[in-house]
Each structure stands twice: as structure tokens, then as C-alpha cells.
């Protein structure tokens, strides 16, 4: 079978469909009754199931949260796990994000590589192969979430009443193959009392907003200061501070109140690094100023504890695995008002090896002493999936074929759908050479990419669900 001619004939119906899914702002919204995640997300599995008995594949949908297309018979389910909600498209945008721009080379929109395109690879390879008349061997679902940018509340409803793949890959993040991902956690350290001046301050800090999610780097924030003397001394003070640090910044004055907004870079929460985080920027100049009692309490902390965390030194959770790598720390959303205090919104990802029970226990105590506590906490295990294991030989095989690259499969910090099954891992679409836009403004993928990537996922889940050559006996 050709594989890759199957593909190319099929570019153009790929492409509309895909746009299509890419048109749907599938952001997670306010709860309804019938869209638990908002009405974005729940388009947008709608769509997909729509496309799915459009081609004569049986369909089912779970709670308004997710859904599968399904091919074949047996015992045995093969999963392959997308999803198609994104994260918020934020700011500086050449196009509108949610109008796909296409060209000869590449189509950029919100989602298309996190994870829009992948998914409708993976459908298109299902399509292809029942269009052939093939005879599946094993079960083979396309289980489709609404939520795994957030709470993933669509997997959570999706395997309370459905059966577990007996495998599967996840096609939300890059080749050759990822069979391991670190643990994920997220949790809110909040304030939990506020201080009373004891004599009225020059400045007071009565707002700071920064980011929107836990795994995604802010990429602004903004203050609202009360400057009762001295203004445009403050106003310079924020001038020379961003000549100093290269930092972009503006500001704007409103009746005895100064606005200042800081820009960072977005990146995806797993690499916090690879941003900038404004939120940490802005702090780093309000540190400067002499405001009142209960802000230089929040900034305290925060430079104690927060600004500069990348690597969970402060939190005493440094660590490292071979395999796996370092623990990474994202403070996704940083809050702050002079009536509730502070909370930090943090996205921690550890490898094996780590007791993170016991660091968050140990963290927990420490900062009571500060007026600050831990809640919210969720806590993902790190995932692991033997890389001798037939189904990680087969994907890995499947891939060579249509790529000369001899790169060894790996681990990440990310998390994919692939750790919810015991024999599940990541696989694609992105090619070692992809530039890497998810979460970013201009989010763009290679037309030729998601066609190679349509393939090696048409070979793979033949040889897989047709061929039975991945059975792990």
C-alpha cells in the first residue's frame, strides 16, 4: 500500500475539513447544561462526530465532553487520543486566529498544530483505510476530548463509561515517539490574611493582573497603582526601568491612578523557560517602589518564592532523572488585589524520582508562616511506557519509513491523552525540524508536514489495527 499517494490524494478534502474545525473558536467557556466546557469545545467534538458519520464510521458521544469514531470489531480497542479545544489565542496575531489563513506551504490558525491538525491526520488516516475496505483486526477508536487543556474532565467522563484502549498513541506532540512524560501538578498558593498600614503609603498597589492558564507563560500583565504625590516620578522610575531591562511596557495615567502593562512572550507551561514571563517582569519593578504594607508583603513573597522559579529550587523540589529530565515550574497566573491579597497559579511537572507528596507537604508548612497556604491542588503521576515494547517499535518503524531520521524516542514534560492508558505514548506531528508555535501567537503548520504526518499515522494503524504486528505477546 501506498501509503503517502493515499495521503495525496485525499490534500484537498483534508484541508477543508480541517479548516473548518479551525474556524470553530473552541476555547473553554462558561458551563451550560448541554456544553459542560463551553460551547466552543463542544462545537467542535460535534463537528468531528458529524465528519465521522459523514464516512460511515459508527460514533458515540460522552456527556457532552468527549466522543469516538470507531472502525472494526474485537475484543481488543487500539485508541488513538486527540483533542480539540485550545488554549486562548492571546494577542499580536498577524490574521485573526480563528480565520485560518492557508497558503501553498503552510495553514496558520489557533490550534492547528495543539491539537486540531494532528487530530484530523489520525481521522484522515481511519478515513482512508475503511475507504480501502480493510479488514480491522482490532477495535479502533478515535476518542476525541474537550478538555485537555484545562481539567481534562472529557477523558475523566469518557473512560467512566467507556472501556480503556488495550493501546494507543496520543498525536499531540512530536516524533519519532514520546513513551514517558513527567508528572503534572497544579495548585494555587494563596493568601490567606492581609495587613493594615499603620500609616497611609505614597503608593498603594490596588490590582495586578497577570495570565489566563496554568501551562501557558503570561505573556502580559498589568497594575493599577493609587500614586497619592510625585507622579511623574513614578512614571520615570517605570520609564528607566524599562530602558534598563529592554522590557516593553506601557502606561497610562486616570485621575490620581497610574496603569502600567508589561509584555512577555507566551510558551507552553512545560518549558517556562522559552518565554518570558510578564507577570515576574512587572514585580520586578514594583519591588523598586515603596508601596504600601500589604503589596510589599505579596512582593516578598513572590521574589522568595516565585520570580525566577523555573526549576522548583525555591519550593525545595529540584530534581533530576536521567531519562526524564528536571522538574519545571510555570507560575501560569499571578493575582493580586488590596482586599483578598495574592495567589500564584502553578503548573509543576516533575520526573521519576521525585516525592512530590512530600514537597508539597514540606512547602505547605512553610509558607503558613507567611500568611500564604496551599489549594486546588490536581496531581498526574509521571507516565512511563516501556521503550521495548512492541507497540513503541511498530510506531517507531512506521515513522523511518517516511523520515530519514534515526533519533531515538524520548521523554517530555508536557502531558498528553497517552497517560491516560497503562500502554499508551505520544506520537507527532511534529518533525524534529518543526518550528514550535503551540500556545504562540501565528500558531502555523507545513501543508507537506501534516500530509507526511497523515501517512506515517495511515501506516502505522494499519500495521497496528489490520496487521496485528504490535501485540504485545
Known sequence: MDFQALVNQHKDSLIKDLVGLLEIESVKGDRTENAPVGDGPKRALDYMLELGRRDGFITKEVDNLAGHIEAGEGDDIFGVLGHVDVVPPGTGWDNKPFEPVVTEASITARGIQDDKGPTMAAYYAMKILREQNVDFKLKTRLIIGTDEESDWECTKAYFASEEMPTAGFAPDAAFPLIYGEKGITSFNIVQKHTLLDEEEPNIELKVLISGER????????????????????????FEGFLRSTGAEGSYEMDNGFLNIRIKGRSAHGSTPEAGVNAGFILIEFLSTM??????????????????????????????THEEMGEVSVNTGMINYTEVDGASFGVNLRYPEGLDFNNGINALKSKIINEGFTIEDLSDEPPHYVNPEDPLVKILLDSYRNHVDDDTEPFTIGGGTYARTLERGVAFGAMFNDTKDTMHQKNETMKIDELLKATAIYLEAIYRICVEGEADEN
Do not use: R
Not at 214 to 237: F, G, H, R
Open 214 to 237: 496554568y501551562n501557558m507563560v503570561p505573556e502580559e500583565a498589568e497594575a493599577k497603582l493609587k500614586v497619592i504625590q510625585n507622579m511623574t516620578e513614578v512614571i520615570q522610575s
Open 290 to 319: 515603596e508601596l504600601d504594607d500589604n503589596a510589599m508583603n505579596f512582593l516578598d513573597f513572590a521574589n522568595k518564592y516565585i520570580v525566577g522559579n523555573y526549576k522548583g529550587e525555591q519550593f525545595d523540589m529540584a530534581h
